[in-house]
């Protein structure tokens, strides 16, 4: 792995950060395994290094024939390496197909998202896109699709049905009950003049929305037993994505929708 075998009597505080990884790796084909589990094998290494670890990663597949699953954040580093490609949320498979497939052709709005976020160099500068909200809580995670709280597509099905990780295209499989939709390019349901948008939380604010609504109903689900008490401000303009900041006063918040009109 490109250690002088010399260093093999060294203290782990004698290498740095990059020969600590290479020694894992070391270890892990000592015994000349046919599956390779590579969980984030370049976290916390500088770009040189990381380079240089992914260089030796792909050597290695390509002289030993050892198979490498590899689990990382980095969408960059996922393409560079990988055949197939299995994107998870929540600990559920939501899209799984060919690398080219799952980046050029992306189905599901959680992929969607993320490779929204990515910058890419060969591209007009642009403002990156974000995902708004924040992973559920897995002890109790949401009913139905666990992306349905920071989904733009999202609607009551999403919330009373979990989605299936269907074949959509050969070999090209995606777990979202709007994928038909995201195929034909039509605009996200809650991406424009009108949406739902399911939250939790006492104080939030929705995620900026295109055009300008002129009417916010929020109401409870049957779940929730207190009144609610809303106030509403709605900042709108001809052409800017309008903001919409609600704060609920209740005792016992439940589950509340916001349709926004």
């Known amino acids: 792995v490109g250690i002088d075998p010399s260093r093999a009597d060294h203290y782990p505080h004698e290498f740095s950060g990059g020969m600590k990884q290479r020694a894992m790796i070391a270890m892990s084909l000592a015994l000349d395994p046919s599956l390779l589990i590579a969980d984030e094998p370049t976290t916390a290494l500088d770009v040189i290094v990381q380079a240089g670890i992914v260089r030796l990663l792909l050597d290695l597949r390509r002289k030993t024939g050892t198979a490498i699953i590899l689990i ?3 969408l960059a580093l996922v393409g560079q390496m990988s055949e197939r490609v299995c994107i998870m949320y929540a ?26 976020a990515f910058a890419d160099i060969r591209k007009p500068k642009e403002k990156l896109v974000s995902i708004p909200g924040s992973p559920p809580d897995l002890l109790a995670p949401p009913s139905g699709c666990r992306f349905r709280t920071r989904c733009a597509y999202a609607q009551d099905l999403c919330a009373s049905r979990e989605p299936p990780l269907e074949e959509v295209l050969p070999t090209h499989f995606v777990a979202c009950h709007f994928w038909k939709d995201i195929k034909d390019g039509k605009a996200p349901k809650r991406g424009g003049m009108g949406g739902r948008c399911f939250m939790s939380d006492r104080d939030w604010t929705l995620p900026r929305m295109g055009g300008s609504p002129d009417a916010v109903a929020v109401t409870a689900t049957p779940s929730a037993t ?13 052409t800017i994505a309008t903001t919409i900041a609600t704060t609920i006063a209740t005792d016992d918040l439940g589950e509340v ?3 926004v009109q």
């Open 72 to 74: 990382s954040h980095d």
């Open 91 to 116: 600990g559920k498979f939501v899209e799984v197909g060919t690398s080219a497939d799952v980046y050029k052709k992306s189905l599901h709005p959680y992929t969607l998202g993320l490779v929204g």
């Open 226 to 238: 207190a009144t609610i008490a809303t106030t509403a401000t709605i900042a709108t303009t001809a």
């Open 257 to 259: 929708i916001l349709d």
